[in-house]
């Protein structure tokens, strides 16, 4: 590619998700960041169906208060990935393929350009658990973010918090609860809860945004909360509740990431933690204070810890780090580790960069490079094995 070229940078956005509508705003923000001089611009929605749309007029539907996928689907064409590595181009799916492969060939697919790097922004299931990176890998298309498997860890707090304990990074107590289990033994949940002392905390295992999560300070309502988590997830956490303070450090790079200095969440009104409603309904549900009133000591042991916490996990690109604190802080945890973070106007990430001199557009061109970076580096690796042939008579 000359110097002179505009990157085809395609940005997927929507998603089979309960953070579908996150999401669009998230991809409205980086969309309208991004420097029209540098990069043409592929805005791919995905329905609530999973299907693909090149999206012509994104920006403006976006940009309405309530944006809606269905609107911008509407009369849009339909697109697919077709996973082989020589072809890199989005295809273009005839409306009588519906969405198959095999269809797509026989109806005349036809490409419709070749794509440099994939930007995905999609929150939550088939997108940032490591379903998409895997349909990008098998294409041999460049993309943001982290790979396969550190995505599908992102995702699952339980997995992911098992690989943080061996990895010395402190974590809540906790218990991981199968949905099956507790159909069988309803007991078991209140032991669990027991053992752990209310408060807890019960969230759907692979959901974020705080979607299905539930304070529960007595037994009678631990039920009903699980309920509700699994509804979103077959396994639940039932965590310790330490809500003293919540910090975030945003994290950039790929073998070498660097981290910000924490911003502080204060959870405000009649929200007594960081809910989905504080975060997106309520306007006075919570502010954001950047950069955190912490003792410097304090405020660089938590940068530290998202550094080794975003390494544990062999992360790529970018992560938002969450963590506890107990209020004197003398306790402080990750509470998870984000691998898509949001890029909303209230969200943490962008805002953490931007108080640390990289505004969002420069942002934007980091995780492209660092994007392209991974990209070339892991094209060097071989990817079939030859055993070489011994000459007769040597041993």
């Not at 994290?251 to 959870?267: F, H, K, Q, W």
């Amino acid at each position: 590619m000359d110097d002179t070229a505009k990157r085809r940078v395609a940005v997927l956005f929507g998603g089979r998700s309960s953070e579908h509508e996150i999401s669009l705003r998230s991809a409205l923000a980086i969309m309208s960041a991004m420097d029209r001089d540098k990069y043409e611009i592929v805005p791919i929605g995905i329905d609530h169906d999973g299907r693909w749309y090149l999206e012509k007029d994104a920006l403006r539907v976006l940009a309405d208060a309530s944006p809606n996928l269905a609107a911008l689907s509407a009369g849009d064409t339909p697109v697919t990935l077709l996973p082989h590595p020589d072809n890199r181009s989005l295809v273009i799916a005839p409306d009588t393929a519906g969405g198959n492969l095999g269809a797509i060939a026989r109806t005349g697919g036809v490409a419709a350009g070749p794509i440099d790097v994939f930007f995905p922004v999609l929150h939550g299931t088939f997108g940032e658990d490591g379903t998409v990176q895997g349909l990008l890998d098998l294409a041999g298309i460049p993309y943001v973010g982290a790979g396969v498997l550190a995505s599908a860890v992102g995702m699952d707090k339980d997995v992911q918090k098992r690989l943080l304990r061996a990895a010395r990074v402190p974590v809540v107590d906790y218990h991981a609860l199968e949905r099956s289990d507790w159909q069988e033994h309803p007991t078991l949940a209140r032991n669990l809860a027991r053992e752990l002392g209310y408060p807890v905390f019960v969230k759907p295992n692979a959901i974020g945004s705080s979607i299905g999560v539930s304070k529960v300070k007595r037994a009678a309502e631990l039920d009903g909360a699980l309920k509700d988590a699994f509804q979103y997830d077959r396994k639940a956490l039932i965590e310790v509740s330490c809500v003293g303070r919540e910090f975030e450090v945003a994290v950039l790079g790929n073998d070498r990431p660097e981290a910000t200095m924490p911003g502080e969440v204060i959870v405000k009104g009649k929200h007594d933690f960081y809910s989905y409603e504080s975060k997106y309904l309520d306007p006075h549900g919570s502010e954001t204070r950047i950069p955190a009133a912490l003792p410097r000591p304090i405020a660089k042991k938590i940068s530290t810890m998202a550094a080794r916490a975003f390494k544990a996990l062999s992360l790529r690109g970018m992560a938002r780090v969450d963590f506890l604190a107990s209020r004197d802080l003398k306790k402080i945890y990750v509470n998870e580790v984000n691998t898509i973070p949001g890029f909303t106007s209230i969200s943490m990430y962008p805002k953490l960069w931007e108080a640390s001199g990289l505004p969002l557009p420069k942002l934007i061109d980091r995780l492209i490079e660092l994007a392209l970076e991974e990209h070339r580096e892991r094209a060097t690796l071989k990817t079939s094995y030859r055993p070489q042939r011994r000459e007769p008579g040597n041993s």
